[in-house]
């Protein structure tokens, strides 16, 4: 069964560094999101992905976080300075043309961020 | 932000029994609801939704109930396995004319089925 796949499971990285996760969503879907969890709070939307722009975004997405599907198959999410408010579990989602307006997503595993 | 609460940080029931997973919610924009289930060390899983123009929807053991002057669903598992101890979250989509599709989740609620 297709899946989406998410790279690396885990990052530890220092305050103010780049970091870099990675998806690769189901082939066939179209819209593309980001999550995340804080340990032991909510999952949050960040953002939302769709014909190659950013279709929605929350107040968390400032400019310090920026998306991209570079080629076909991959959609990276980047934290440009890090900071330790940023650790969280981060889980990216796909979903198709016909499942998109009744919420139904296909989440990752999820890339644990740990900001030092 | 508390558009959608579920109450309730645990449940624990018997195999065989009936589970019962609650959820409320303040936006009358939502237009689905979902309950998403989650295993240590996974992303969450869909599991079954519901439409606000609905008040029951069933896929197997599994059956969500929506009350809309109560702004209150729920998720029935009947009967409950061991297998279906997860967390379990609800998750609410609203409409907007420019098609608004994020999802809103509440905190969840872990369930554990003793066998």
């Known amino acids: 069964e297709p899946e989406v796949t998410q790279t690396p499971s885990h990052q530890v990285t220092q305050m103010g560094q780049e970091v870099i996760l990675r998806c690769v969503p189901i082939s066939n879907h179209l819209y593309f999101y980001w999550y995340r969890q804080i340990l032991g709070q909510k999952v949050e939307f960040l953002v939302s992905?769709?014909?190659?722009?950013?279709?929605?975004k929350s107040e968390i997405f400032d400019d310090q976080f920026s998306v991209e599907r570079p080629d076909g198959s991959n959609f990276t999410l980047k934290i440009r300075s890090t900071k330790l408010e940023d650790s969280a579990m981060y889980f990216c989602a796909s979903t198709s043309s016909d499942r998109v307006n009744t919420g139904e997503l296909f989440f990752g595993e999820g890339s644990r961020l740990t900001v030092l | 932000d508390q558009q959608v609460k579920q109450n309730s940080p645990s449940l624990s029931v018997q195999e065989g029994r009936i589970s019962i997973l609650n959820c409320d919610y303040t936006n009358s924009m939502f237009d689905y609801f979902l309950w998403y289930k989650k295993y240590p060390a996974e992303g969450p899983t869909f599991l079954i939704s519901i439409s606000s123009i609905k008040d029951k929807n069933e896929d197997g053991r599994f059956t969500v109930f929506l009350n809309k002057s109560a702004k209150h669903l729920s998720l029935h598992i009947v009967p409950s396995q061991p297998g279906d101890s997860a967390v379990y979250f609800c998750a609410a989509k609203s409409f907007s004319e420019g098609g608004s599709e994020k999802l809103v989740f509440g905190k969840g609620t872990k369930l554990t089925v003793n066998p």
């Open positions: 992905f769709y014909n190659n722009e950013i279709s929605e």
